[in-house]
């Protein structure tokens, strides 16, 4: 099977009878070229079908205006906020983004890295899978002094700006809401701790329980990968409870709403025997009934934040000035946490 021959700029040149430097520096539309000149060259070029070779220009000027991002999952309300906030900065600065899943698994984040370091990215945008213990396999961008920016699951390291909101002190105003609504044994749905994001927001659920004078009960802890489908099964576990809480702080919405629909098809009603709550703000926490409370968590404010973050230290060679950069968050307070005659 016979394929196009490519186009190049030794092609435009024979068939305008112009030598290539004219046509190369026409194709960059350099001034000494007449405008005429350069003209003929952009449609001839059109007409030839004639593709620039982006990734040769820029490998000479060790800059490709790509930023690689790797994120745990696409599917979440969540991240989609946070790349549109990545685009939308990286586009008005002239980078285009790269964006590769890990689907939670340290293999599969190795093998974005690998793909992306070969893609010659500029720079990289991080939030961590579950199960990722440290970040020696990012040595590959760090040794070359490549910017790392981690955002949402971080990881402290001197080389690295993470940015974050104080998921401790959202998962202390979550259990110390769900306390003032009555609720004295409060599950909480979580994922694994070796993640910044679930290990404080779990320390801050302790640590509420604790300063209301609730002992902290291990059985009341269910460890799963957050879909719904794990929200619908720990659920199930909490209704095999020989006394059920009267209280779920779930670690996302996804699972939160999971956890109201399997609670309601049991005849479990919300708030009143049952206070839920979530993390993240996504919208299907406004669709369920009752209206979910959860966690405002800016997640196109910290796309923003951590592509701007990135492309300023490209465009000055700055080196790491603020470690962890915190966003701000606020609690939500909805139907399905508020008990008549309870303060909010």
């Given at each position: 099977m016979s394929t196009q021959k490519e186009i190049t700029i030794y092609d435009i040149a024979e068939a305008l009878d112009l030598s290539p430097a004219t046509i190369s520096r026409g194709l960059k539309d350099h001034p000494t070229i007449r405008k005429d000149t350069r003209k003929r060259i952009f449609d001839k070029a059109k007409e030839m079908g004639y593709q620039q070779n982006l990734f040769a220009s820029n490998l000479r000027r060790s800059r490709s205006n790509t930023i690689g991002v790797i994120v745990p999952r696409l599917n979440s309300y969540f991240m989609s906020a946070v790349i549109a906030g990545m685009e939308k900065v990286a586009n008005a600065a002239g980078y285009n983004l790269i964006i590769s899943q890990s689907t939670e698994s340290k293999e599969k984040e190795l093998a974005n890295i690998k793909t992306l370091y070969n893609s010659r990215v500029d720079g990289l945008l991080v939030s961590l899978a579950y199960d990722s213990e440290n970040i020696d396999h990012f040595d590959l961008f760090l040794n070359k002094g490549i910017p790392l920016i981690f955002f949402d699951r971080v990881f402290d390291h001197p080389q690295c700006t993470s940015i974050v909101i104080d998921n401790y002190k959202a998962g202390y105003e979550i259990t110390s809401h769900l306390i003032r609504q009555g609720s004295k044994r409060i599950a909480h749905i979580t994922a694994?701790?070796?993640?910044?994001?679930?290990?404080?927001?779990?320390?801050?659920?302790?640590?509420?329980?604790?300063?209301?004078?609730?002992?902290?009960?291990?059985?009341?802890?269910?460890?799963?990968?957050?879909?719904?489908?794990?929200?619908?099964?720990?659920?199930?576990?909490?209704?095999?409870?020989?006394?059920?809480?009267?209280?779920?702080?779930?670690?996302?919405?996804?699972?939160?709403?999971?956890?109201?629909?399997?609670?309601?098809?049991?005849?479990?009603?919300?708030?009143?025997?049952?206070?839920?709550?979530?993390?993240?703000?996504?919208?299907?926490?406004?669709?369920?009934?009752?209206?979910?409370?959860?966690?405002?968590?800016?997640?196109?404010?910290?796309?923003?934040?951590?592509?701007?973050?990135?492309?300023?230290?490209?465009?000055?060679?700055?080196?790491?000035?603020?470690?962890?950069?915190?966003?701000?968050?606020?609690?939500?307070?909805?139907?399905?946490?508020?008990?008549?005659?309870?303060?909010?």
């Open positions: 694994s701790i070796k993640r910044n994001v679930y290990a404080d927001r779990l320390r801050g659920y302790r640590d509420a329980l604790a300063d209301h004078g609730i002992l902290y009960d291990e059985k009341l802890i269910f460890f799963c990968n957050l879909s719904e489908q794990a929200g619908a099964e720990a659920t199930q576990r909490i209704l095999e409870m020989d006394e059920l809480p009267d209280g779920i702080f779930a670690a996302n919405d996804t699972t939160a709403v999971s956890c109201i629909r399997t609670l309601k098809q049991a005849g479990i009603k919300i708030p009143e025997q049952i206070t839920v709550a979530g993390f993240n703000n996504d919208p299907l926490s406004k669709v369920i009934e009752p209206n979910l409370t959860t966690m405002n968590y800016p997640g196109q404010e910290m796309g923003e934040l951590a592509a701007a973050t990135l492309i300023r230290k490209l465009d000055t060679k700055e080196g790491t000035s603020l470690n962890t950069i915190v966003l701000h968050h606020n609690l939500i307070v909805r139907e399905s946490s508020q008990r008549k005659g309870a303060d909010s």
